[in-house]
């Protein structure tokens, strides 16, 4: 099944955002609930969503590269949303923030267990 490039950018972002944390600075990990906020009142075509995130991304210039090298990969076709009542693209507005909140939530969650081994080391 072939599938657009809109839609392998935005698997591509949520890719980097779960596989590669790194690549993201603080600033913009605490950026990212507002860009899922975003998304999830969008309405419109997968463009819309993958352009958001896109320029959101070009404007931190790390992540716009990565992006971009990401989207390259060959990165095997990820499956469409299960079918459901909703059409593919309701359910992109909300599968894209929940991945993006989850990736948020997951680190944050990271960041509280090294701070506290941190603290635990120096007693």
């Not at 591509?12 to 993201?24: A, D, H, K, R």
């Not at 998304?39 to 958001?52: F, M, P, Q, R």
């Not at 507005?93 to 267990?113: G, H, R």
């Amino acid at each position: 099944m072939e599938i657009d490039q809109d839609y392998k950018d935005i698997a591509s972002f949520i890719y980097l955002l779960t596989e590669f944390p790194e690549f993201f600075s603080p600033k913009e990990w605490e950026d990212l609930p507002s860009l899922a906020a975003e998304i999830a009142t969008l309405v419109g075509k997968e463009s819309t969503i993958n352009d958001t995130i896109k320029n959101w991304c070009i404007q931190r210039s790390q992540l716009g590269e990565e992006l971009i090298k990401a989207s390259r990969r060959e990165i095997s076709d990820p499956p469409r949303p299960l079918s459901t009542t909703q059409e593919p693209l309701e359910n992109l507005t909300k599968i894209v923030p929940a991945s993006i909140m989850n990736a948020y939530k997951e680190k944050l969650k990271q960041d509280q267990e090294n701070s506290a081994n941190t603290s635990n080391e120096s007693n």
